[in-house]
């Protein structure tokens, strides 16, 4: 199995500074189509997931230009420009490569 | 609007079964792969399991602690997927939600909870 790894667990961020969460994987995710399929999530509390981003950096409709995904085989990171209150939550990186396996999650919290 | 709202969570005894259903609409059903994602209390997400679309083969393929236990079917003509729980245990406990096995869409969840 693919297993997720995240860091860090908890982020405490100022408002209006950057954030960053990396994701490693433990093989790589390039599928057999070329495709890293390769997402993020992010959970408010007491709500639904949400996808935010797909095959490592493609936003999602409504997703604000703040949030960026890069990286590509086992290294993938979500940057937050300038974090903003309603960023506050918990995200996790998702594969679909290789079946589907989540992250631990990283509880996004403001200072 | 893509809606999945999903039924059926309760409370149920160790040993014991329960049916999840999760209604779609908005969106063509038919042709979607769908997942089960279920989150324990205070815990992560985690990958129950997914069954792709008929076109496609109609199998479903399950992550290895439901393998076994838990099946996972679709009644297209009905926009309904569904999760049978056999042989529950107390750590099935969870929210478990349906979504698109894109996971652009996420049903609001509905809690199972496995106890004596």
């Known amino acids: 199995d693919v297993v997720m790894t995240q860091s860090p667990l908890s982020l405490p961020v100022t408002l209006g500074q950057p954030a960053s969460i990396s994701c490693r994987s433990s093989?790589?995710?390039?599928?057999?189509?070329?495709?890293?399929?390769l997402n993020w999530l992010h959970q408010r509390p007491g709500q639904s997931p949400r996808r935010l981003i797909y095959?490592?950096?493609n936003r999602d409709s409504g997703v604000p230009d703040r949030f960026s995904g890069s990286g590509s085989g086992t290294d993938f990171t979500l940057k937050i420009s300038r974090v903003e209150a309603e960023d506050v939550g918990v995200y996790y990186c998702?594969?679909?490569?290789?079946?589907?396996?989540f992250g631990q999650g990283t509880k996004v919290e403001i200072k | 609007e893509v809606q999945l709202v999903e039924s059926g969570g309760g409370f149920v005894k160790p040993g014991g079964s329960l049916r999840l259903s999760c209604a779609a609409s908005?969106?063509?059903?038919?042709?979607?792969?769908m997942s089960w994602v279920r989150q324990g209390p205070g815990k992560g997400l985690e990958w129950v399991g997914r069954?792709?679309?008929?076109?496609?083969?109609?199998?479903?393929d399950y992550a290895a602690p439901v393998k076994g236990r838990f099946t996972i079917s679709r009644d297209d003509s009905k926009n309904t997927l569904y999760l049978q729980m056999n042989s529950l245990k107390t750590e099935d406990t969870a929210v478990y939600y349906c979504?698109?096995?894109?996971?652009?869409?996420w049903g609001q969840g509905t809690l199972v909870t496995v106890s004596s």
């Open positions: 095959k490592v950096s």
């Open positions: 998702m594969q679909g490569s290789h079946w589907r396996t």
């Open positions: 069954i792709i679309s008929k076109t496609d083969g109609g199998t479903a």
């Open positions: 908005g969106f063509t059903f038919t042709n979607a792969w």
């Open positions: 979504a698109t096995d894109e996971f652009d869409y």
């Open positions: 093989q790589s995710l390039v599928y057999s189509d070329g495709n890293t399929y």
